[in-house]
């Protein structure tokens, strides 16, 4: 494979898209930084195909990265393979307003051949090519110019691996008849919603403190007011103010912008700074939350009885054995609320009833939990047996 050096015009730049579009799938990965900022600072892009990598500076002075931005998001000829990509979807959202398309994430794929829960990048790459791979670089600071040998190489070492990776899981996938398993969690990753959301939807994302509609109602107008805050600042929420703060707000509200001086995690210049006039005046505009707006109570489904609780936790033994009996991670055939939602009795909207999971899990799920297979030990060792026509049956 051609390694190319850093890219850093965009002329360079244009020229490694052009050919890269003439490829089936480009493997992507990013290094960034966000410990100071609301908006993660992208500070390297690294692409690849089979046949040659490279690593591009976004930092370059007039550098032009549409035609690789829309390589990722436009073209939908050209699958995208990143590995735990959250976060590197998360910063292509930010820049371009959308998600690649089509993608495919080498980590999920691997929770679907048997290379445990997300199993990270390193362990993958040791497991599937027996390499042991250089992490000295990977706390580095990303954003120092220039940047040096051993932060290149190390960057770029992420892309040319996952290259070789990517086309050994598909034919794994492949022969095992597992691609199909991944498109709920594929479409789940590509879903534009999960990067993006209105200031007014933050308080969302909060433990709640109270279910008191004016408590929620003040709690969503200071989560809008934070997010506000951040973003046009560039600074992580918790620079604005902490969560536990904006609880303590919401549930006791201050009377005056003076009292601000007197609350816990505020300093004293509240009382009187312009970003403290803000806070108070979206508290005089917070309305108690609508009967419609109000979360629903936890949990969403039927209490679970003493007896239910352990039938749930049998369906969970269950869940062990057949996952490792087919060599797939547990977390991608079930949830532990969809194995309580069965053990209460729940029959309709569940993921492992149909498809897939239910052939996998499901069928002999519901056979447990409704009395049709049985849990039982012989010589000391864990045995299933099928009950039929009052008959036990191995299973």
């Known amino acids: ?13 244009a020229a490694l898209v052009t050919r890269m579009s003439a490829h089936d799938f480009v493997v992507v990965d990013t290094e960034f930084m966000r410990e100071n900022t609301y908006w993660p600072d ?31 998001v436009e073209n939908h000829d ?91 899981l598909v034919k794994k996938l492949i022969k095992t008849g597992r691609g199909e398993w991944l498109d709920e969690e594929m479409e789940r990753l590509a879903d534009p919603s999960s990067f993006a959301f209105e200031p007014e939807d933050a308080w969302k994302r909060l433990k709640l403190p109270s279910r008191n509609p004016a408590i929620l109602g003040r709690l969503k107008a200071l989560a809008g007011w934070r997010e506000t805050e951040a973003r046009s600042k560039n600074l992580p929420r918790g620079r604005i103010v902490k969560d536990d703060t904006l609880n303590e707000l919401a549930s006791h509200p201050p ?38 707006e109000l979360p629903k109570r936890e949990p969403t489904r039927p209490g679970l009885t003493k007896d239910a609780a352990l039938v749930s936790d049998l369906l969970k033994l269950l869940l062990k054995i057949r996952a490792k009996e087919a060599g797939v991670a547990a977390k991608l055939i079930a949830r532990s609320d969809e194995l309580e939602a069965l053990a209460a009795g729940v029959r309709n909207g569940l993921n492992i009833l149909s498809g897939w999971r239910f052939s996998e899990f499901g069928s002999d799920a519901l056979d447990l939990v409704e009395g049709r297979l049985a849990f039982a030990t012989e010589n000391g060792k864990l045995k299933m047996s099928r009950i039929d026509s009052g008959t036990d049956q191995a299973a």
């Open 42 to 72: 992208l500070c390297l892009l690294q692409v690849a195909t089979e046949e040659e990598a490279a690593a591009i500076d976004p930092k370059a002075e007039g550098i032009d990265l549409t035609p690789l931005l829309d390589l990722l």
């Open 255 to 292: 009377k005056t912008q003076d009292d601000l001086a007197k609350v816990r995690g505020l300093s004293s210049g509240w009382k009187s700074n312009d970003i403290g006039a803000r806070l108070m005046a979206a508290l005089a505009q917070a309305k108690p939350l609508e009967g419609d």
């Open 78 to 168: 050209v699958l995208k393979v990143f590995h735990a990509g959250g976060q590197d979807l998360e910063i292509i959202h930010n820049l371009t307003g959308k998600v690649p398309n089509p993608l495919f994430d080498t980590q999920i794929a691997a929770m679907a051949l048997g290379y445990g829960e997300q199993v990270g990048y390193s362990n993958l790459v040791e497991s599937m090519l027996g390499h042991a791979l250089d992490k000295g670089a990977r706390f580095t600071d990303w954003s120092r110019r220039p940047l040096d040998k051993r932060q290149i190489d190390y960057a770029i070492a992420d892309v040319t691996h996952l290259a070789e990776i990517f086309p050994k």
């Open 1 to 13: 494979m051609k390694i190319h050096p850093l890219i850093k015009t965009s002329k360079e730049l």
